[in-house]
């Protein structure tokens, strides 16, 4: 079965510092994705990486920056969080970008 | 960009009511994806369509693939408490672009 994991269910970040959010899976996928999740408006693509170091910008890449330095993870990085940035962060992998994703449990980030 | 719109946004059916959701995309799509995801789950695959007009069944879930490409739609057949859970649906290219969502909720 393929596992895909987040480094935390729940965090509780400050305006202004620096966060990291870690996905990790085990299948050897190419491709990665982080997506937020937020009240009627659905699952919104941030950054996917179809490679390692290879990255590319999704609808709403604004604010945040990814990082793939191995191919099995692929971070979320909030430079400088925001209020607005309060949101559920799902992760996902396959094995091409049009493959079934498989997602991680989630994390729920509350920026105060 | 690609648009990928989803109604309803949510539906409450008693049990054993039929149940449908529409994802309309505003370009033709090379394949679409369909997932559930329960109260407190994460998102999880049921089914991808690729052939213009396919016709998929999973049981009480038959899914449709348009003859453009460009819409697609899941119903649900006598609806259980199973059932509950929002509905995405997914289309593109380089990656999914994901509808809205359509929530739901299934009165015993």
Redesign the interface.
């Known amino acids: 079965d393929v596992k895909v994991t987040q480094s935390s269910r729940y965090l509780v970040k400050r305006t202004g510092e620096k966060v990291f959010l870690e996905c990790v899976q085990d299948m050897d996928h190419e491709?990665m994705?982080w997506?937020r999740q937020d009240p009627?408006?659905?699952?919104?693509?941030i950054y996917?990486s179809y490679d390692v170091k290879m990255k590319?910008k999704?609808?709403i890449p604004e604010g945040y920056s990814v990082s793939r330095e191995k191919k099995e993870r692929f971070s979320l990085i909030l430079e400088s969080a925001s209020t607005n940035q309060t949101s559920m962060y799902?992760c996902?992998s396959s094995t091409t970008?049009?493959d079934?994703?498989?997602?991680?449990?989630?994390t729920r980030l509350t920026v105060l | 960009?690609q648009q990928v719109m989803?109604i309803p946004?949510y539906q409450h059916v008693q049990e054993g009511e039929d149940f449908t959701t529409y994802c309309n995309s505003s370009t033709t799509l090379?394949?679409i994806?369909w997932?559930k995801q329960r109260p407190g789950?994460?998102?999880?695959?049921l089914i991808?369509l690729v052939k213009s007009g396919e016709v998929k069944k999973q049981k009480r879930l038959t899914f449709q693939f348009g003859e453009a490409k460009k819409n697609s739609s899941l119903h649900i057949t006598a609806t259980q408490t199973t059932d509950v859970g929002t509905y995405?649906c997914?289309g593109?290219?380089?990656?999914?672009?994901?509808?809205?969502?359509t929530r739901l909720q299934v009165q015993p």
């Open positions: 491709n994705f997506y009627g408006l659905g699952l919104r693509l996917f590319e999704g609808d799902l996902a970008t049009r079934t994703q498989y997602f991680g449990p989630g | 960009g989803q946004q090379s394949n994806q997932y789950g994460h998102p999880v695959f991808q995405f997914g593109g290219r380089r990656a999914l672009t994901f509808g809205s969502g």
